[in-house]
């Protein structure tokens, strides 16, 4: 039997309820970062589908600010070699957003291919950023297209995606947007036809002087992403061997990557398998596996 909360009005003995809280719903960004400075305590709720999950696991806040209502955080822009999407994009939104469409189709591809269409449709990219869960899969893709997310209101203004499992980010406030630098990238994919074993997103650009970063990074649902990185000499995206690279990004999977899903041997195959399937798409060699 799960446990009546003190003011939770009455309901069955079979269910819980949460305690009485205090809810704002702020309009402007503006109001929220004012709200999240009042109440750096307050928990900020999005489209709410990971947040039920949480007061099951026993999350009881006292002050909710739902950012649902904010116009500016449901915007997308490319400008200057930058694009950013609005931490309130919902999945739906995302892989249909014509700026994102046309800069870096990989992206919107890989975002409507994830959750259920219920959760596309309410489920948002701050959600599933913040919910910083293993088995969520935008920080997976985002770590490798080394995506920034930028906040207000709290203690950081700005944070790679891929430190999103460094350390506890501590008061965040609100997660306004997330960045992606397009100029150097050469190319994106995400392989995740091996969930929830294993994912893998692959970002090639292009480095400031000479040569080409790959950049890999491995999720599952067990086990915190790792980011894979190989730089090579090549001047083109055709030169690369996809057999090699995938060998030298696998082999840098840490032992801690192993679990009772998958000896890290076994994982170390899988995403050398994965990473040379990109591969193979990206320089247009047939696939060997
Ligand atoms: C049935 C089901 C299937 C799913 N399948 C997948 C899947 O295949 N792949 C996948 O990646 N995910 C999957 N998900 C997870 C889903 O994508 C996330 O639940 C969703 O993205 C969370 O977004 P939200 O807006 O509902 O977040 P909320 O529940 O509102 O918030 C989640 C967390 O983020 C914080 N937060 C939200 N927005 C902000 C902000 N702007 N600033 C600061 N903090 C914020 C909240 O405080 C909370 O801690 C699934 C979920 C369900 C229920």
Redesign the pocket.
């Known amino acids: 039997m799960r446990g009546q909360k003190l003011g939770a009005g009455l309901i069955a003995q079979s269910q819980s309820a949460l305690p009485p809280f205090v809810l704002h719903r702020p309009t402007s960004l503006g109001e929220a970062v004012a709200l999240t400075r009042q109440h750096p305590e307050a928990?900020?709720?999005?489209?709410?589908?990971?947040?039920?999950?949480?007061f099951r696991e026993g999350?009881e806040p006292e002050v909710l600010i739902s950012?649902q209502r904010i116009k500016e955080?449901r915007a997308i822009s490319n400008e200057d070699g930058l694009l950013r999407i609005g931490?309130?994009v919902?999945?739906a939104e995302g892989s249909r957003s014509p700026e994102i469409l046309s800069t870096v189709p990989a992206l919107a591809a890989a975002w409507g291919s994830?959750?259920?269409v219920?959760?596309?449709y309410?489920?948002?990219?701050?959600?599933?950023?913040?919910?910083?869960?293993y088995?969520?899969?935008?920080p997976v893709i985002l770590s490798a297209l080394g995506a920034q997310m930028q906040?207000q209101g709290g203690d950081i203004a700005a944070l790679p995606v891929s430190s999103l499992w460094d350390r506890d980010p501590g008061n965040?406030?609100?997660?306004?947007a997330v960045t992606v630098g397009t100029p150097s990238l050469l190319w994106f994919g995400y392989e995740?036809s091996m969930?929830p074993l294993s994912t893998v997103s692959l970002a090639v650009r292009k480095n400031p002087q000479a040569g080409l970063t790959v950049t890999a990074v491995c999720g599952s649902e067990y086990r915190q992403p790792f980011v894979l990185s190989h730089t090579a000499e090549a001047t083109a995206i055709t030169e690369l061997d996809p057999a090699f690279v995938g060998e030298v990004l696998a082999a840098q999977l840490p032992d801690e990557a192993g679990d009772y899903s998958g000896s890290i041997d076994y994982r170390r195959h899988l995403v050398g398998v994965l990473c040379r399937r990109l591969l193979a798409d990206a320089t247009g060699n047939q696939r060997k596996g």
């Open positions: 928990v900020i709720a999005a489209g709410c589908s990971d947040l039920v999950a949480q999350l950012v955080l931490s309130l919902s999945h994830i959750a259920t219920r959760i596309r309410r489920g948002t990219l701050g959600g599933n950023l913040l919910a910083r869960r088995r969520y899969e935008m906040f965040v406030g609100i997660l306004t995740r969930r």
